[in-house]
């Protein structure tokens, strides 16, 4: 199990509670583990707002609960779904030592609206963090449902868990396709109209790199309301639920959210969604600001393990206020000003820049990211007048720039001013298990059998990366 002070980076980096990020860590693990099952892995349908966060948006809302579409609903079965599970408890405590304790799961078999049975199971853990001074232990809870439509076949895709002690394989789950999931919160959106359903509907819209043909995406809604025995909403009809979904937006997605957005900013963009899938008119998308000479697009993507440099915390706040079309307060060469972000780009010399409007002139602006002292997302809504290119596909790592190179590889002046490195760049990497530290030329993070800094044998195969030198 990786250890506390991980969890505490993470928390850091993301703005949110430590509690959250142990959570995303748990249900990362109990994925793994329902699709290692033989008996579940091609029957359990992977779903919803975590489905989003784990599969498809990885810079996202944080979720808390899992719920499947079960193609086998004889498995709706409590002796099957407590057999199961103590085994799949087994195996993720002997993969990570992360505790399901077996006498804290439970599962609720009821009868749902349309007669059918379903499920609803809670699934307790202790992860890295130690559990309240009460002695409760944070739950799971597992929605399981036998007799949802599914429109479109399933498909595997991987499981987003960036942290240091992810299986060599990854993580995959069988799960809605793209299409099916923006109907399903569609449909949701139009039956609960809850304030996650709304986020979730303006996101899928807004990401202009996979959105779906809009007669396919009626297709999709038209059978699922169908299948729920509702009418194929338009836009009058959630217009009555509009004061209690404005009254509930902050007690339902504040602790899912470093920041929350204004409920207003999301509701303004249904009559555009609905002008969109009822007769296929496309938003108007502003142009990208041009590329300056030597300049290429920067969406570099994490790997296995969070790695923070000198400003890619301030990134990660400046992508989720882009993502929610929120200003930033922005510090850099000790004065502060209000910004609206667009673009990161590389330049030709490998620094990388951060394109963005000031708010107070309208004056366009690029912040080099190794300069942010600090950033804070603010509560005023911009229109963008650039394509927002700081796409939501998981927390980005920055490389080092020339000048934190030198300081960091240890370059000294030899002879008249010139730059001499004595060594090449060095990884630090530390067991998961015992802690140990090695030292590597190269970012591998595979660690050979090797004693401990007591000389007892460890048998751990993977390090996080904890410095760069």
Known sequence: MIEKREILAMAATMGLRPDVIEKDYALGWLLAGIYNHPAIKRTWVFKGGTCLKKCFFETYRFSEDLDFTLTDDSQINEAFLRDTFETICEWIYEQTGLEIPKSNLSFDIYTNPRGKISCQGKVA?????????????????????????????????????????????????????????????????????????????????????????????????????????????????????????????????????????????????????????????????????????????????????????????????????????????????????????????????????????????????????????????????????????????GPVVLPPTKASVRRTLGVTRSGRGAFSTSLGQKYIFQCAYCQKKFTRSTNNPILQKHNNNNRVPCSGRRGFLIEIR
């Open 125 to 393: 853990y202790r992860g890295p963090i130690a559990p309240p001074r009460s002695g409760g232990f944070p739950t799971i809870k597992l929605d399981l449902t036998g007799d949802e439509k599914l429109v479109l076949a399933p498909g595997s895709q991987p499981v987003y868990h960036p942290y240091s002690d992810e299986p060599d394989e990854g993580i995959h789950a069988l799960c809605y396709v793209y299409e099916e999931v923006f109907g399903e919160k569609f449909r949701a959106l139009a039956e609960r109209t809850r304030p996650r359903d709304l986020y979730d509907v303006v996101n899928l819209f807004r990401n202009t790199t996979v959105k779906p043909s809009p007669s396919v995406l009626l297709d999709v809604l038209s059978q699922k309301c169908e299948f729920k025995g509702i009418s194929v909403p338009v836009l009058t009809d959630l217009e009555s639920h509009k004061e209690s979904l404005e009254g509930s937006w902050a007690s339902m997605l504040g602790h899912q959210l470093p920041n929350l957005p204004p409920v207003e900013s999301y509701w303004s963009e249904l009559p555009a969604i609905f002008d969109w899938i009822e007769g296929g008119l496309e938003p108007v998308i502003p142009t990208a600001y041009p590329l300056n000479p030597g300049e290429t697009i920067f969406r570099e993507r994490p790997g296995r393990v969070l790695t923070v440099r000198q400003g890619s915390q301030h990134i990660e706040v400046i992508r989720f206020a882009a993502a929610n079309r929120l200003c930033v307060e922005l510090d850099y060469d000790s004065k502060t000003r209000i910004i609206e972000p667009y673009s990161l780009r590389k330049t030709q010399d490998g620094n990388i820049i951060l394109h963005a409007t000031r708010s107070e002139d309208d004056q366009h602006r690029s912040y080099r990211v190794d300069r942010i002292h600090g950033a804070r997302v603010t509560n005023r809504v911009y229109t963008p007048r650039f394509e927002i290119e700081l796409a939501a596909v």
